[in-house]
C-alpha cells in the first residue's frame, strides 16, 4: 500500500475522532451543568425517606472509591461511598468493630446493582457502630454536597473541549487533507 493513502485513511480516522470528541463534548457538558443547576442536592435524600437498619457487621471490603459491608441477616450489601467524606474514619470503624451490632440509614428506593446480578447495594447516609455515631447524616449530606459542587466545572470543561474541537475539526481539517493529497 502507498504511503500516502495511508496517511490519508490515517488523517480522516483521525478526522473523525475529533468530531466524535466534539459533539460528545457538547452534548455531554451542557447536559451535566443542567443537571447540577436542575438539582444541587441529586443524590441526597431526605431525612424522611430513609430507614434504619440495624444488624451485626459481618464483612467489609474497602475500595478507593468507597467500603462495602454486609450485616448479618440481610442479603444487600452496604455501601459508604468516598463522596459522602470520613472514608478512612467509617472504614478503620468497620475494621475494628466486625461483628458488632451497627445501625445504618440507607434509602430503600434507591436499591441498585449489577446488571443481571442477584446483588443489590444500599448507599448509607449514616452509621452507628455499638452506639457511637460515626458519621451523621448531616455529616454525609454536607460532604455529599460539596462532592456535587464539582460537577458545574466538569459540564464547563467538556463544553469548551468540545467547542476547541469543534473549531479545529472544521476550520483546521482543510489543511489536514490539503497535506494527505499532496504527498
Known amino acids: 500500500m502507498n504511503y500516502a493513502v495511508l496517511r490519508k485513511l490515517y488523517d480522516k480516522s483521525v478526522h473523525f ?3 466524535a470528541s466534539a459533539l460528545f463534548g457538547l452534548l455531554v457538558g451542557p447536559f451535566i451543568v443542567y443537571k447540577f443547576l436542575s438539582d444541587p442536592t441529586a443524590g441526597i435524600p431526605a431525612v424522611d425517606e430513609l430507614v434504619v437498619i440495624n444488624g ?3 464483612w467489609i471490603e474497602s475500595g478507593d472509591y468507597g467500603v462495602n459491608f454486609g450485616l448479618d441477616g440481610y442479603s444487600m450489601s452496604f455501601v459508604y461511598h468516598s463522596k459522602a467524606g470520613g472514608l478512612q474514619q467509617v ?4 475494621s475494628l468493630h466486625q461483628g458488632k451490632e451497627a445501625e445504618v440509614m440507607v434509602k430503600l428506593e434507591d436499591a441498585h446493582g449489577p446488571m443481571d446480578s442477584a446483588i443489590v447495594d444500599l448507599h448509607v447516609f449514616q452509621l452507628v457502630i455499638d452506639g457511637i455515631v460515626i ?3 448531616e455529616q454525609t449530606s454536607k ?5 456535587n459542587k464539582v460537577a458545574p ?3 464547563i470543561f467538556f ?11 472544521i476550520f ?3 489543511d489536514i487533507v490539503k497535506g494527505a493529497e499532496n504527498e
Open 153 to 155: 466545572y466538569i459540564g
Open 17 to 19: 475522532l475529533i468530531v
Open 135 to 137: 458519621r451523621t447524616y
Open 91 to 94: 472504614s478503620n470503624a468497620l
Open 172 to 174: 483546521r481539517k482543510p
Open 56 to 58: 451485626t457487621i459481618d
Open 143 to 147: 460532604a455529599w454536597l460539596e462532592d
Open 159 to 169: 463544553t469548551l473541549a468540545g467547542l476547541i474541537l469543534g473549531y479545529h475539526s
